[in-house]
């Protein structure tokens, strides 16, 4: 049998981008070590600090060169020196644009009680998934500016919703329910699929209950339900154990997963995935460049690394995405790591560490 080589391009950007992918690279590395598959990195210096030095953003043979590769992993973008959202549109979001990754898959998995700030919460109580749809809505980039800088200025925006992006966004997170179903096994909690918008005050929205209506009717099996993304916030905190799976658009599952990651133990912890099945798709932390972080090796990597145990299962590489899964999850069952943000006390590069360990262990 042959070993397959997955070729990662990495990103580690801005802030403390890089410091938490060294660590998701040294977990990479560690559960790579029994043999099973290997892998090439390609470096790339795309990032806020590169452009402030070169003036460069992402060009378009670059886009080019990163659909030959398997998948990509980004740290972070973002820097307080550089135009607000530059950067971040040329590299995050042209990625996103660009490799059509129209998946943000974000899941919300609780590890261990003492990280959540919601009273009397357990990992049972906070395991859920947002599928974000990932290349539409108020991200669409259609709008701009008339009379710039006048008192009669006028700035405008689209939403843009495609029966394509609400259809193909409906059936992954169906899918998915299916699947996170048949995992749980007999006997356990039927899957569900939660739809979230704001159809009551944006009229529009209502193309997203039709494409789900009729996605919904392949999946029988999989109970439906509808939370307006106000109310949706509301049972977040509420009730988080009422959700399986969640699908929702662009702008709103940006803003329900910043509130996800708190239930999980901050944005230190959540990670994610761009998807687009079976091309190359990119994997990050879902928090940002944390400037004020940068260069002091306090940034928690948990994230980064979680992210890269996404990439795993997405390139087929399933026990090893579970090794890695298990590792933070023990690691954080066991205690050892107080909260998961840069006050924990423990450095990124011992908390990397901590991690390979357990991978060790197993
Ligand atoms: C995220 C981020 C990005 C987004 C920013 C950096 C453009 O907040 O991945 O959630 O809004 O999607
Ligand atoms: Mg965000």
Known sequence: MTTATYRIGVLGGDGIGPEVTREGLKVLEAVAGGGDFKYELVDYPYSGEHYLKTKELVPDSVIDEWRSLDAVLLGAIGHPDVEPGLVERSVILGLRFSLDLYINLRPIKLYSSHLCPLKDKGPNDIDFVVVRENTEGMYSQIGGHLKKGTPDEIALVNGVYTWKGCERASRYAFELARQRAAARGE????????????????????????????????????????????????????NPDWFDVIVTTNLFGDIITDLGAMLQGGMGIAASGNIHPGQTSMFEPIHGSAPKYAGQNVACPLGAISAVGMMLDFLGEEEAAARVDSAVANLLASGAIPSADARSGISTSDMGDMVTAKIGED
């Open 187 to 238: 006997g356990q909690r039927k899957p569900q699929v939660t739809l979230v918008d704001k159809a009551n005050a944006i009229r529009p929205h209502d193309l997203w209950r039709r494409a789900f209506a009729q996605v919904a009717e392949d999946y029988p099996e999989v109970a439906t339900d509808h939370a307006y993304v106000d109310a949706c916030c509301m049972w977040m905190i509420k």
